[in-house]
C-alpha cells in the first residue's frame, strides 16, 4: 500500500512483515507474541489464529489472561485450561479450524507433578504450604507454565499451528528465562543446602556446602523460624525426585522455541516505552538465536487526508474561528476543559455560538491537525526503532476507534495485519 | 499543614496501580510531584527493577538510596518541596531488613550470593513482596526527629492482576508462616497497609480491558467476588479512605466475620484523556457518518484551503470520515467513563500529553491532580 497515509516516508522504511506469508507456510507451527502490557499481544494471537484457521490451518490460541470479552469474542462463555472450539463465522471452502484455551496456571503445574511423582508424593506435594504459594502466583511461574503447555500442546500433534501469547511479564526475560532460571534453582547451592539433612546426617553434608553452615542455617532459623525453615525443607526434599525430569523439559522447551518451526512476533504501540521494551526484546531473541519474525506496530494513528498538513489546518481552523475559539481551544489540554463526565463539548458548542462560522469545520480542522500531530510524534519514535534495527520486517495495524469484542473485530484486524 | 482541602488528607502511603501501558508509572511520579507541592518531601518508588522512574526524570539509574530527582513545583509564596526516589529490590531490602532487625549485615550479604532471594522470588512471591511492601511502609513510618522524614509515600506498585496478592502480604505470608519472625514482620506491615493511611489508586485509560481491570481490582480490594460490583450502586458513606460499615457494602452481602474494607481503595487516575472537541449532541450523528459535508467544504473553502477543483470535496469527505472515527472513539471512552464513574471512588481526568511524556508534561499532570484535589 502506498499513499499519502502512510507513517513512514521512503528512505528509512524498514522491511514488511507478511503475516500471510507466514502463516500460510506449513513449516510455520509455532507463532510466539511477545512484548510489554497494554500493547495488544492477546488480540494480535486471536486474530492471527482465526486468520490463519479462515485461510486453511488447524489452530490453536494459548492466552494468558484474555479480557472476558475477548474470550465472548470467540464465542466463548469462559476459558479453561482445554482447548475449546471456535466457530468460523463462515466455513468457507479453505477454511481449517480454531481452538483457544486460556492458561490456567496452577492446574498445569499440578499435572505437571501429577505425571513425575508418584500418588504419595504427588500429594504430599500438592498439599505443601510452599508448593500451593509457588502454583499459584504470577511471578516466573506463569511465564514456565506457559511454555511448559506449549510443549504439550505441539507434543499432542492434533493442530499444525499454535499461536501463543505471552504473560504481561514484569521484564522482557522472564519467559525466556524462566526453564533456565527453574534449571539455575534447582541446582543452586541453596537447595542443596536445604536438602543436604534430611538427606544425611552429621558430618557428610558439611562436605556438600561451603564453609559457614552453621552460621546460613542459624541466620534462616533465626529469620525464618523454625517450622518455616522444616516446611521449605520438606517441600524442596520432595521436589527433589523429580528434579531430573523438570529440568529436562523445560530445556526441550527452550530448544522447541528455537527450532526452524518456531516465529516470534514482537508486538508493540508507536510509543517510546513500548518501543524501548520491543528493542530489548528483540536484541534478547537474537542473543538466544530465536528465530523473530518482525514486529506488530499496533494502533497506528492514520489519515486520509494526510496531505493536509497539521500546521495548515490548524491555520485554517483559526481563520473561520478566531480569538475566542482559539482561546476556548487551549483550555481542553486541561482537565478543567475536558469537564469530566457529563460537560464534554461544551467548547465547542460554546465555540459555534460565539465566534465561528463553518464550527464543524473549524473542529474537523483541529482535530485533523491534533490526529497529524500524533502521527509525527508515532513516526518518530517508529524510526527511533527501525534506525536500530533495520533488518526487522514490521506490519502495522491502524488505531481503532473501538475496542475489538467479536469475530468480526478480529477479522478486521487480521485483514489490517496482512495489509501491512 | 495546609489550608487547602483535598481528597487524601490523612493518608500516607498512597500506593499506585494499573494495567500495563496505562502510565501508572508516570502517574506515580505526577502524583508525588503534587503531594510535594506544598513544600512537603516527598519518596516516590518503585520496585518492579525496571528504572521507570530514571528514565521518566531522565537520570541514570537508581541505587538503592533514596535520591532527589525533582523539586515540585511552588504555589504563590510556597516553594515546592523535593521528590526523593528509590528503586527498592528485594535483594538489598533483605540485607537492609537482616541489618535494621537482626544486626546481621554480612550474613544478609552471604545469604543472597547463595540465592535466598532468588529462592524465595521463586517459591514464595509472598516473601519477597513483604519485603518490597515493608520498605514502603518503613518510609511511610520513618522519623526525623519528631516529624515524619517524609510527608508521603508513592509507591510504583505492580500491575493490577497482581496488586491484591502483592498487598496482602499477611495473608500470603500465613499459610507459610504461622508463627515466627517473618510473620510477625508482614502482619506489621500489614497493619500500614491496611490502615486509613493507606490508599490504593488506580490508573486506567477510557478503554475497555483497563477499566475492567480496575472495576475488576476494586472488587478485589473490597473482598467481593470479582465483577461483584453493582451497576449504580451507591459508593461506601465513609468517604475516600474512610472505614466502611459493613452495612453499606455495594451489593449488600458481607459475611459475617470477614472485615470489609481490608484495603481502602482510592482514587481512579484516567490517564491520557484525548481533548473532547466534538459537541456531545451530535456525538451519536457523527458517529454514524452523518457529518455534512457541503458545510465541510464551503467551511474549508472559507478558511482558504484552496485545490484544485474538486479536491475540495475530497479533503471534506476525509475529514468527514476523520470526525466520523473520532465520534466512535468518544463515545467508547463515555460509556467507558460511566462504568467508571458506578465504582464509587473519586475520579480525576489527566490529560493526553501529544508530545511525549517530559518533565514539563509531568508538571502539567501534577497540576491536573492538584486542581482536581487528588493532591
Not at chain 1, 13 to 23: F, G, S
Not at chain 1, 327 to 351: I, K, M, R
Not at chain 1, 393 to 409: I, N, R, S
Amino acid at each position: 500500500m502506498t499513499g499519502p497515509h502512510e507513517l513512514r516516508p521512503a528512505g528509512v522504511r524498514p522491511p514488511r512483515l507478511e503475516t500471510d506469508r507466514l502463516i500460510d507456510d506449513p513449516r510455520t507451527r509455532i507463532i510466539v507474541c511477545c512484548g510489554s502490557g497494554g500493547v495488544g499481544k492477546t488480540t494480535t494471537a486471536a486474530a492471527l489464529g482465526l486468520r490463519a484457521a479462515e485461510r486453511g490451518r488447524h489452530v490453536v490460541v494459548l492466552t494468558v489472561d484474555p479480557a472476558r470479552r475477548l474470550a465472548q469474542s470467540m464465542g466463548l462463555s469462559s476459558l479453561d485450561n482445554t482447548p475449546r472450539p471456535v466457530p468460523l463465522p463462515d466455513g468457507g471452502a479453505r477454511a481449517g479450524s480454531l481452538h483457544a484455551m486460556m492458561l490456567d496456571m496452577k492446574r498445569t503445574f499440578d499435572e505437571i507433578v501429577e505425571a513425575h511423582a508418584d500418588p504419595d508424593r504427588a500429594a504430599q506435594i500438592l498439599a505443601n504450604p510452599f508448593y500451593q504459594s509457588l502454583s499459584s502466583s504470577f511471578a516466573g511461574t506463569q511465564e514456565y507454565m506457559a511454555m511448559e503447555k506449549l510443549g504439550q500442546l505441539r507434543r499432542a500433534e492434533e493442530w499444525d499451528l499454535i499461536v501463543v501469547d505471552t504473560p504481561p511479564s514484569r521484564s522482557a526475560l522472564d519467559f525466556l528465562d524462566a526453564p533456565q532460571r527453574l534449571s539455575r534453582f534447582l541446582d543452586g547451592r541453596l537447595i542443596r543446602l536445604l536438602t543436604a539433612p534430611t538427606k544425611a546426617s552429621g558430618r557428610a553434608y558439611l562436605k556438600v556446602v561451603n564453609a559457614g553452615f552453621g552460621m546460613i542455617t542459624g541466620v534462616l532459623t533465626k529469620v525464618l523460624g523454625a517450622q518455616m525453615l522444616r516446611d521449605v525443607q520438606t517441600f524442596v526434599a520432595a521436589l527433589d525426585t523429580m528434579f531430573g525430569g523438570f529440568r529436562e523439559r523445560a530445556e526441550d522447551t527452550y530448544r522447541l522455541l528455537q527450532a526452524p518451526g518456531t516465529a516470534f512476533l514482537v508486538i508493540a504501540t508507536p510509543e517510546p516505552d513500548a518501543l524501548r521494551e520491543a528493542s530489548y526484546f528483540v536484541e534478547r531473541l537474537s542473543q538466544d538465536r530465536m528465530p523473530l519474525a518482525g514486529l506488530v506496530l499496533n494502533r497506528v494513528q492514520r489519515s486520509p487526508a494526510a496531505r493536509l498538513s497539521a500546521a495548515r489546518s490548524l491555520a485554517a481552523a483559526e481563520a473561520l474561528q478566531p480569538a475566542a475559539g482559539n482561546g476556548t481551544h487551549a483550555g481542553n489540554g486541561t482537565p478543567a476543559g475536558n469537564g469530566g463526565a457529563t460537560g464534554n463539548g461544551g467548547t465547542a458548542s460554546g465555540n459555534g455560538g460565539s465566534a465561528g462560522r463553518y464550527p464543524l469545520a473549524a473542529t474537523a480542522l483541529r482535530l485533523h491537525a491534533e490526529r497529524m500531530q500524533l502521527m509525527a510524534v508515532q513516526r518518530r519514535v517508529s524510526q527511533h526503532f527501525t534506525a536500530a534495527h533495520p533488518g526487522v520486517p514490521v506490519t502495522e495495524v491502524p488505531a481503532q476507534p473501538e475496542d475489538v469484542h467479536d469475530l468480526a473485530g478480529l477479522t478486521t484486524i487480521g485483514a489490517a495485519l496482512a495489509a501491512g | 499543614m495546609t489550608a487547602r482541602d483535598t481528597d487524601w488528607e490523612g493518608v500516607r502511603l498512597h500506593v499506585v496501580t494499573g494495567k500495563g501501558g496505562t502510565g501508572k508509572t508516570t502517574v506515580a511520579a505526577a502524583l508525588a510531584l503534587a503531594l510535594a507541592a506544598d513544600g512537603g518531601t516527598v519518596l516516590l518508588m518503585e520496585v518492579e527493577g525496571r528504572q521507570g522512574i530514571a528514565q521518566l526524570f531522565d537520570r541514570p539509574p537508581l541505587p538503592y538510596e533514596e535520591r532527589k530527582v525533582a523539586v515540585a513545583p511552588g504555589a504563590p509564596g510556597v516553594p515546592g518541596g523535593d521528590v526523593y526516589a528509590l528503586a527498592a529490590d528485594p535483594e538489598s531490602a533483605l540485607i537492609e531488613y537482616l541489618e535494621m532487625f537482626y544486626n546481621l549485615r554480612h550474613a544478609g550479604r552471604a545469604l543472597t550470593r547463595l540465592g535466598v532471594v532468588d529462592f524465595a522470588t521463586t517459591i514464595a512471591p509472598g516473601l519477597r513482596d513483604v519485603l518490597l511492601t515493608g520498605k514502603a511502609a518503613e518510609g511511610a513510618r520513618r522519623k526525623a526527629g519528631s516529624r515524619f522524614k517524609y510527608q508521603a509515600v508513592v509507591l510504583d506498585a505492580p500491575p493490577t492482576g497482581r496488586i491484591g496478592q502483592f498487598l496482602n502480604v499477611a495473608g500470603e505470608i500465613s499459610g507459610l508462616a504461622r508463627v515466627g519472625p517473618i510473620r510477625g514482620h508482614a502482619d506489621t506491615v500489614q497493619s500500614v497497609i491496611a490502615s486509613p493511611q493507606t490508599a490504593i489508586h488506580f490508573v486506567t485509560l477510557l478503554e475497555e480491558m483497563p477499566v475492567q481491570e480496575t472495576l475488576d481490582g476494586l472488587a478485589e480490594l473490597r473482598g467481593l467476588p470479582q465483577g461483584g460490583l453493582q451497576p449504580g450502586a451507591e459508593p461506601g458513606g465513609a468517604g475516600p479512605g474512610g472505614v466502611q460499615p459493613g452495612g453499606s457494602q455495594p451489593g449488600g452481602i458481607q459475611p459475617a466475620g470477614v472485615q470489609p474494607w481490608l484495603f481502602h481503595p482510592g482514587g481512579i487516575m484516567i490517564n491520557m484523556v484525548p481533548p473532547v472537541d466534538l459537541p456531545a449532541d451530535q456525538l451519536t450523528a457523527l458517529a454514524a457518518g452523518r457529518a455534512d459535508q457541503d458545510e465541510l467544504a464551503l467551511g474549508l473553502k472559507a478558511a482558504g484551503l484552496d485545490e484544485p477543483a474538486g479536491a475540495e470535496a475530497g479533503l471534506a469527505a476525509s475529514l468527514a470520515d476523520e470526525l466520523a472515527e473520532h465520534a466512535r472513539g468518544a463515545l467508547a471512552q463515555r460509556e467507558q467513563r460511566e462504568r467508571l464513574a458506578r465504582a464509587g471512588q473519586p475520579c480525576y481526568e489527566l490529560p493526553l500529553i501529544p508530545e511525549g511524556m517530559d518533565l514539563a508534561g509531568l508538571y502539567r499532570l501534577a497540576a491536573a491532580l492538584r486542581e482536581q484535589g487528588a493532591a
